[in-house]
């Protein structure tokens, strides 16, 4: 029966949700664990309806002193993790409160930070990828004009990585393999609004079947070398 009131009493303490963006991501932001602790000592406080906690009340959850506590949430406030608020009562009353939204939005920018740099050098390893796909088919490193082309493509032209490959392809596939008849490709590519691999695909298979259905007497005919731009003829 006592274990049972007990039971009842831990229950009616209820539960704190501690952030778990917080919690992984704590020592990328800067703090160390007995400042984390803290933090959450902070956290739990205003959860439970006591905003501006006292440095004896959160060195007393803690085996910590009240002069380190406050040491700590001296350093907390400095570094921007901690900030205090003023909230108007009742006139002339006001009551100050801790708030954590500094650290929160240190964690954000963080966060951001790391999806753009992650997002670089998946960029970098798609760039590293095509250029040695590119000398792959080639049979040969690239030229300084060609690097530059193929930066140019993704850079200025704004072309995926999935599409420069599958103008390549279509290069490959028509015996035409090089940077002039790919760039010809991929500005038709363009202005047709074609920005998927199906879309190409279905397009480069259109071509083929259009050479194919050509008369044979204007294939005789013709004795010149042909252009990059043939792969336009449609």
Known sequence: MENKHLLIKWL??????????????????????????????????????????????IAEKMTITSVHCTD???QLFQRGFLA???????????????TLQPLWEKMMYSLSNEVVQEKKKVEEANQVHLYSIFEQEFGRPLSPFECDTLRMWEDQDSHAPELIKAALREAVIS?????RYIDR????WKKNNIK???QAQQQGKKFRQFQQQRPAKAEQEYKGTIPFYNWLDQ
């Open 12 to 57: 009616q303490e209820g539960s704190i949700a501690i952030p778990k963006l917080l919690m992984n991501n704590y020592k990328k932001v800067g703090l160390n664990e007995l400042e984390m602790m803290v933090v959450l000592h902070i956290h739990t406080f205003i959860e439970s309806g006591n905003p501006f906690p006292t440095p004896d009340e």
């Open 72 to 74: 700590i949430l001296r």
């Open 84 to 98: 205090i608020e003023q909230e108007s009562v009742a006139s002339p009353v006001i009551m100050e409160r801790y």
């Open 175 to 179: 015996g035409k393999l090089n940077f």
């Open 185 to 188: 490709i991929l500005f038709e």
């Open 196 to 198: 998927t691999i199906e």
